[in-house]
């Protein structure tokens, strides 16, 4: 893994201008498989907070045809759902809020692919503890067998860039923003880590996947770089 840290102060001024900094110059090609048989399966984004236009761009060059979900109806049409990142106490609060939460765990229950990244990834998780690593008693889905430690590398102000090795991702190293990113930190036996970053605490796992059920402690949206939705979609393509 190679790793550069880039000034905090300059990811603090918000997403957008990350977003902008960071997305290659020029279309990107599309990044689905071109033998990938049958329709594009239908993948929702949960929009309820996040970058959630950036994420249905990547998903349809991944070759999905991707939709917001903000409504049970939405959510019961999708073949895989995204979880976007923002702020994980409050996409859980909106989740019960719009009356999603019950509907989306049953559906995780039952096998549904889901792709969290950074907030979307500590409400997949069973457990989720403080940056001190006090527990945090914030409602989570439970469907990913890990503890996850929310602000792993510091607020804002710490924010980082770096190349990731990604297991089960073909071609160049990974370009990820971390924006106070968490980290996997206890893994279950069906939990299979894909990316660490070195850190004072030792290698921490960044990328996990546990059947079809993907996560990110990053913003894989915010470069440009389809590889990790195009391993989503194939997940949703593969049978239950």
Excluded: K, Y
Aim: negative net charge; glycine residues 10%; hydrophobic residues 45%.
């Amino acid at each position: 893994m190679r790793a550069t840290r880039v000034p905090g102060e300059a990811l603090a001024r918000g997403h957008q201008a990350t977003r902008e900094a960071a997305r290659p110059a020029g279309p990107q090609p599309a990044a689905h498989d071109p033998e990938a048989e049958g329709p594009p399966p239908t993948v929702g984004v949960l929009a309820l907070q996040g970058d959630v236009l950036e994420h249905l761009r990547l998903l349809e060059a991944a070759g999905a045809h991707a939709v917001p979900v903000a409504r049970t109806d939405e959510l019961a049409a999708v073949d895989g759902l995204l979880l976007p990142g923002g702020e994980s106490t409050t996409i859980g609060r909106l989740l019960e809020l719009f009356g999603l939460r019950a509907p989306l765990q049953e559906r995780l229950a039952a096998g549904m692919p889901a792709f969290g990244t950074c907030a979307g990834a500590i409400l997949l998780g069973r457990a989720t503890t403080l940056d001190d690593g006090t527990p945090s008693p914030q409602p989570l889905l439970g469907a990913l067998d890990v503890v996850t430690r929310r602000n792993a590398f510091g607020r804002q102000v710490a924010s980082f860039e770096a190349d990731l090795d990604v297991g089960e991702l073909d071609g160049a190293a990974l370009h990820a923003v971390f924006i106070r990113a968490p980290w996997f930190e206890q893994l279950g036996p069906a939990v299979h880590p894909l990316a660490h970053v070195p850190t004072s605490q030792g290698e921490q796992a960044v990328v996990v996947r546990q059947g079809r059920i993907l996560a990110s402690a990053f913003h894989p949206e915010l470069t440009g770089d389809a590889r990790l939705h195009q391993r989503f979609v194939a997940l949703v393509r593969q049978p239950a």
